[in-house]
């Protein structure tokens, strides 16, 4: 696959609009950087956001909306999220809020957490893909891992062209610098990255931002990720009395749940956390196969290892 790069028009934006209806992948403008954009909601979808990036672990995602209506169906907004989105929607301000219970967004997005990051970008064509999808897109720098992010169509062209099936061109990005992320989930707020909005624009209305710490869940902090209250023996061969298993790939024994029939790495990935929620509430002891390590593999291996220790 090579992705074409198109003037983002009123065609060009239906035809990604038609793309992300079918679970593909199109890279989009925002006034920060551009994004490698999924429909949200999707599991596989988003499975093939990480597959793209070659992320070694599934960092949780920005949900990009369009309108206040389509956030607050996803997060709990307390009065000062409210006051943080009047003033800085759209724009370069990430807000990480409760997730609210029947949120639809899938887990792989928010990495298994009870929050959620919430972004409604202000650039045109961001606005107009977001309004005409009609739901919330999941959207990460539209770089590889460890690579810088992308400020033209052409650096996604460049750096992941071959994983993606659209870019739009929407222009070189006004802020080229990622959004500021703060967290209004824990007893304080906090900003967990600096970026587009300077932090004393923001702390004028919030007050003294804390720095991500041991009660606030940050990037790097997985310990705060979802963590199941079974017991899990990953990396193994076959169940032993008791154990619930979870199996990958084709198996002999009687699974309570396969996370790809196939083998298939992408559906394992978009399985993942539904499949470990559903077994955590019938089981105490779950065995779970092993995974190869290659491409999301390794993602994988990396969020079975944290939620087993
Ligand atoms: O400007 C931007 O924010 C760009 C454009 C495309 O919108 N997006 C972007 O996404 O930079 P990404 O995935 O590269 O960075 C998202 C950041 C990461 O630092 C991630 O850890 C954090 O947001 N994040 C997302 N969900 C979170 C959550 N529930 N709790 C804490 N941090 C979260
Ligand atoms: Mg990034």
Avoid at 103 to 119: E, H, M, Q, W, Y
Avoid at 161 to 176: F, H, Q, T, Y
Avoid at 192 to 200: H, Q, S, V, W, Y
Wanted: aromatic letters at 4%; glycine letters at 8%.
């Amino acid at each position: 696959m090579t992705a074409k790069v198109s003037q983002a028009d009123a065609d060009t934006i239906k035809a990604a609009v038609n793309i992300l209806r079918h679970g593909g992948l199109v890279a989009m403008p925002t006034e920060t950087v551009y994004g490698l954009a999924a429909n949200a909601c999707n599991d596989t979808a988003v499975a093939r956001i990480f597959e793209a990036k070659q992320r070694p672990a599934f960092n949780p995602l920005i949900s990009h909306v369009s309108n206040r209506q389509m956030a607050e169906q996803l997060a709990i907004f307390s009065p000062l999220a409210q006051q943080l989105a009047d003033r800085f929607w759209p724009g370069g301000l990430t807000l990480v809020l409760p997730k609210r219970p029947d949120c639809p967004v899938s887990d792989l997005v928010t990495a298994g957490l009870d929050t959620i990051a919430i972004r409604m970008p202000q650039h045109p064509v961001a606005q107009a893909l977001i309004e005409q999808f009609g739901g919330p897109l999941a959207a990460p720098s539209a770089n590889p891992s460890e690579r810088l992010s992308p400020t033209t169509a052409q650096h996604v062209a460049d750096q992941l062209g071959d994983k993606l099936e659209l870019i739009l061109d929407g222009g070189p990005c006004r802020s080229g610098i990622e959004s500021t992320v703060v967290s209004l989930a824990g007893d304080q707020p906090a900003l967990l990255r600096p970026g587009a909005i300077a932090r004393d624009i923001i702390e004028a209305i919030t007050g003294p931002l804390a720095k991500p710490g041991k009660t606030i869940s940050s990037p790097g902090m997985m310990k705060r990720h979802y963590a199941p209250n079974a017991r899990l023996r990953i990396n193994a061969d076959a169940p032993e009395p008791g154990e619930a298993w979870l199996a990958f790939g084709p198996t002999p024994h009687e699974a309570a749940a396969n996370l790809s029939p196939t083998g298939d790495l992408v559906e394992a990935a978009a399985n993942l956390f539904h499949m470990l929620r559903a077994l955590d509430a019938h089981h105490s002891h779950i065995a779970i196969a092993r995974i190869p390590r290659h491409g999301l593999g390794e993602a994988i291996n990396d969020r079975l290892d944290r939620a087993s220790v």
